[in-house]
């Protein structure tokens, strides 16, 4: 299994951190030339390559760290996603429910990433608390999956596990994907809720 993370700013270099912390290798881009943040990627880690768009793409499973807004641009980058997995670590944080066409924000990204399997997560916490260890007193940090493909939410929830995270799958993405996304200027009801699970 290959991974990339798209868009290297706060959350794209949390996330790479949690990759370099467990060995798990991955790619990085943006839409700028690798060289120019190649220096932030080598200090996280070996094991983080910077690379161009093109391809990123390539990768198996490929995580969106993109403004919202930002999506359509990565999503043209392939004509067909053909079966990708498409981890969407957006938050449409100000985009109005007219915007949205009364639509899950996780379900416009699915449209756009025509054949790609999508599975929202990673994006209920700030980067801050992201970047911390997610072993905690014993426990395990929860990140929370959302996906209509359940062998694409089982494939990231075993990646989550790698990662040393505590996955909790919520359901398809009009069901779980509801609760951690923005409306407008609120947020859903599991955003930014910290929890640790701990397994007896
Ligand atoms: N920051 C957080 O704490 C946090 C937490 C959870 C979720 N999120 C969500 O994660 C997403 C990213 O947030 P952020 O705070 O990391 O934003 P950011 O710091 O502004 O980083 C965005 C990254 O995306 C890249 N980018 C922009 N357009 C691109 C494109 N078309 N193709 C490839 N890369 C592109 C940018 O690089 P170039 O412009 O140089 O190409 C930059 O590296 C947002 O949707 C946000 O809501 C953020």
Redesign the pocket.
């Known amino acids: 299994m290959t991974y990339a993370i ?9 996330l790479a951190k949690t990759f370099a912390r467990k060995g798990i290798a991955v790619s990085v ?4 030339d690798p060289e120019s943040f190649a220096s932030t990627a080598v200090a996280i880690g070996p094991g983080i390559t910077p690379t161009t ?1 093109a391809e990123a793409v390539e990768a198996d499973v490929v995580f969106l ?4 807004q ?1 999506h359509p ?2 999503a043209k980058v392939l004509p067909d996603w053909q079966g990708k997995i498409i981890v969407d ?5 100000g985009v109005s429910a007219k915007d949205m066409g009364g639509r899950p924000s996780a379900k416009i990204v699915a449209d756009a990433f025509a054949g790609g399997r999508v599975v929202k997560g ?7 608390v ?1 970047d911390q260890d997610p072993a905690v007193q014993g426990g395990r940090r929860v990140v929370f999956l959302s996906s209509d493909d359940d062998d694409a939410a089982a494939q990231v929830g075993a990646l989550a596990e790698d990662l040393g995270f505590a996955p909790i799958q919520l359901g398809g993405l009009s069901e779980g994907g509801l609760l951690v996304q ?1 409306h407008d200027k609120n947020w859903g009801r599991l955003i930014f809720k910290d929890l640790v699970r701990f397994d007896r």
Do not use: K, P
Not at 6 to 14: N, S
């Open positions: 798209i868009g290297f700013g706060e959350i794209g270099q949390t881009a943006t839409t700028r768009l760290a993109v403004r919202f930002s641009d990565v670590v957006t938050n449409a944080y990673f994006n209920h916490l700030v980067a801050a992201l923005a």
